[in-house]
Every structure is written in C-alpha cells, then in structure tokens.
C-alpha cells in the first residue's frame, strides 16, 4: 500500500489538473507558514550541505555523493535543549568547534547525529560502533567505513556526534567532541522539498 503525505490526503478529492495547481500552492504555503512560525526564538530553518548524513538527509546533486535534485531544508529546535539533555540517536545542529577547520577543510554549521554522550567510551571496530564496548544498533546507517579505532572516554558536558553516510562524513572521529553549548538544537522537521515533509 502506497503511503501519501499529509498534502496527497488533503487534495484527494479534487479532480485533476486542479489538483496539481492545488498541491503546488498548499505545498508553497505549508512551507511558508513552518519557516515563519517557528523561526522566532524556538527554531530554526537550516540547508543540508553535504552527503554525510544520506540517505536519512538529502543534499543536491551534483555534489559528491548527493542522492537529490535538491537540498533538504530542515529546522532545528532551539529551545529544548533548555529543558532536557541532548539524547542518542538524536540528529543536531551545532556550531563546528574549530578544530574541524583544519580536519574537514570547512566550519560553520554541522548536522549530525548524536551517538556518545558524557562520560560514554566509543569504538569503530570494521565500520561498527560499540558504546562502552556494547554494539549500538544503528539502522539508519546505509554506509560504513572499515575504520577501526578507540577514543577517549567523552568528558562531561561534550558529545560525540557522526554521519550517518559514514564514507563521506567528517566528524568526531576526525576532530574530536562537541561542547554542549555548541548544540542550535535537534532537527524535528523537514520541511523542503515538499515530498520530504516530515520528521527525518
């Protein structure tokens, strides 16, 4: 069974071709309205770059790597973060530490999920991650590398953060953790391009 998007619901009835009309301009409206309303304060609207979290977050092609004709548009909460720690599995937006300057030849904003938290110990063992030398499953990863390596156990209030398209991802393993304070906050929605609305 095909499964639609809350716009494919909304339009069914509506004979075509006034249903692509309508679908087009609901969908421009939608994305309108989420960027507007939640850009005061509590979130923010951000582009994915790269390929280092594909498939789970699509950049453009022609870029290397990238699966999509465009770019996801996600947001990112910026408040909850003020009430609750960062959890694993999480995927975050954060302010790159500067040490990925020099590691990944870029900085700026990163989006990568979340995968040792504080006081944790993370190994890569042939491309497979092991939290305090248990496996962590990780279903969203299509991608691993071969590494195989130990880092030191993460220091209180510092994250452990990675790709998901291990192959092509410039992380924690390459520059180390990320300051708490670093976190913008997780991605809850994405927004653009309209068949990829929904929580990622």
Same mark, same amino acid.
């Given at each position: 069974?095909?499964?639609?998007?809350?716009?494919?619901?909304?339009?069914?009835?509506?004979?075509?071709?006034?249903?692509?009309?309508?679908?087009?301009?609901?969908?421009?409206?939608?994305?309108?309205?989420?960027?507007?309303?939640?850009?005061?304060?509590?979130?923010?609207?951000?582009?994915?770059? +790269?390929?280092?979290?594909?498939?789970?977050?699509?950049?453009? #092609?022609?870029? &290397?790597?990238?699966?999509? !004709? @465009?770019? =996801?548009?996600?947001?990112?909460?910026?408040?909850?973060?003020?009430?609750?720690?960062?959890?694993?599995?999480?995927?975050?937006?954060?302010?790159?530490?500067?040490?990925?300057?020099?590691?990944?030849?870029?900085?700026?904003?990163?989006?990568?999920?979340?995968?040792?938290?504080?006081?944790?110990?993370? +190994?890569?063992?042939?491309?497979?991650?092991?939290?305090?030398? #248990?496996?962590? &499953?990780?279903?969203?990863? !299509? @991608?691993? =590398?071969?590494?195989?390596?130990?880092?030191?156990?993460?220091?209180?209030?510092?994250?452990?953060?990675?790709?998901?398209?291990?192959?092509?991802?410039?992380?924690?393993?390459?520059?180390?953790?990320?300051?708490?304070?670093?976190?913008?906050?997780?991605?809850?929605?994405?927004?653009?391009?309209?068949?990829?609305?929904?929580?990622?």
């Amino acid at each position: 069974m095909k499964v639609r998007n809350p716009l494919d619901r909304l339009t069914s009835r509506v004979p075509e071709p006034w249903r692509s009309v309508l679908d087009w301009t609901l969908s421009i409206v939608v994305a309108v309205v989420v960027v507007l309303a939640v850009k005061v304060e509590v979130a923010n609207p951000y582009r994915v770059p +790269s390929a280092s979290m594909e498939p789970t977050l699509h950049c453009a #092609r022609p870029a &290397d790597g990238c699966l999509a !004709a @465009h770019s =996801d548009r996600v947001v990112a909460n910026r408040f909850i973060y003020h009430f609750r720690d960062p959890r694993r599995g999480e995927i975050v937006v954060f302010d790159a530490p500067a040490r990925t300057i020099q590691a990944c030849a870029e900085g700026g904003t990163f989006v990568k999920r979340i995968i040792g938290l504080p006081g944790e110990a993370v +190994s890569e063992r042939d491309g497979v991650v092991y939290i305090d030398g #248990r496996r962590l &499953d990780e279903p969203y990863v !299509a @991608h691993r =590398d071969h590494r195989t390596q130990q880092w030191s156990r993460i220091p209180q209030g510092q994250y452990f953060v990675m790709g998901d398209n291990r192959t092509r991802s410039c992380d924690s393993r390459d520059w180390g953790t990320v300051p708490r304070e670093n976190f913008i906050g997780p991605v809850f929605l994405t927004y653009w391009p309209v068949g990829r609305l929904g929580s990622p």
